[in-house]
């Protein structure tokens, strides 16, 4: 039973418009909601978070979107850029559960100049 | 500062074999988790300690799977004969603290590969 799911295993878009990353969850114990990015042959890096009693988070090009009662986060890159060209991965956490950190399968994001 | 260092980035063994891979965390981090990634996988959660303890193994594959934390720093991951299946990349990651929106720092990880 997947807790965390990516659907889209990659996107493809044009510099300088939106990218739109999607995530869907099933355990509504989840407190936060993280995403981080990874380039090949390099660790996850932290990108942006959400707390579960917020609906929005922003931070420069990126917004990330919480809806609680769809239990669906989206993560928004505007404008997108070739070197956000990475796999983006959607991580839960439970505090209740040691903080331990429940990741989706990743997307794949390929931005064209 | 020093980032999460692990060691080797790349191990290739043969089936049968006991292997051990390494965990630098950043310092001061109290919460490290060991997680590993298949092929086209997500990444899946493998143990976690605090400090030196390991109050969660859960997601250990087998018992021929253990950690350790020593000093609360440094962490080894230890596969005792190894099998095919157990190809995969290896990540590390250490926290400041393990609740809240206290990010994962991840190291490069270990690609194992097992002939």
């Known amino acids: 039973d997947q807790q965390v799911k990516q659907n889209s295993p990659s996107l493809s878009v044009q510099e300088g418009r939106i990218s739109i990353l999607n995530c869907d969850y099933t355990?509504?114990?989840?407190?936060?909601f993280l995403w981080y990015k990874k380039y090949p042959a390099e660790g996850p890096t932290f990108l942006i978070s959400?707390?579960?009693?917020?609906d929005k988070n922003e931070d420069g090009r990126f917004t990330v979107f919480l809806n609680k009662s769809a239990k669906h986060l989206s993560l928004h890159i505007v404008p997108s850029q070739p070197g956000d060209s990475a796999v983006y991965f959607c991580?839960?956490?439970?505090?209740?559960?040691?903080?331990?950190?429940?990741f989706g399968d990743g997307t794949t994001l390929t931005v064209k100049p | 500062g020093a980032g999460v260092s692990q060691s080797p980035s790349n191990k290739v063994t043969e089936k049968g074999k006991d292997v051990e891979l390494r965990c630098d965390p950043i310092?001061?981090?109290?919460?490290l988790y060991w997680y590993r990634q298949s092929l086209g996988q997500g990444l899946e959660f493998l143990i976690y300690?605090?400090?030196?303890?390991?109050?969660?193994k859960s997601g250990l594959p087998s018992d021929r799977f253990s950690a350790e934390r020593t000093g609360g720093s440094v962490s080894t991951l230890t596969i005792q004969r190894t099998q095919q299946e157990d190809s995969a990349v290896y990540l590390c990651?250490?926290?400041?603290?393990?609740?809240?929106?206290?990010?994962?720092?991840f190291g490069n990880g270990t690609r194992l590969t097992v002939t």
């Open positions: 990651a250490s926290s400041l603290i393990r609740t809240g929106n206290s990010p994962l720092h």
């Open positions: 355990n509504s114990m989840f407190d936060y």
């Open positions: 959400i707390s579960s009693i917020k």
């Open positions: 991580a839960a956490k439970d505090d209740t559960n040691a903080g331990k950190s429940t």
């Open positions: 310092s001061g981090h109290t919460a």
């Open positions: 300690f605090q400090g030196n303890s390991a109050p969660d």
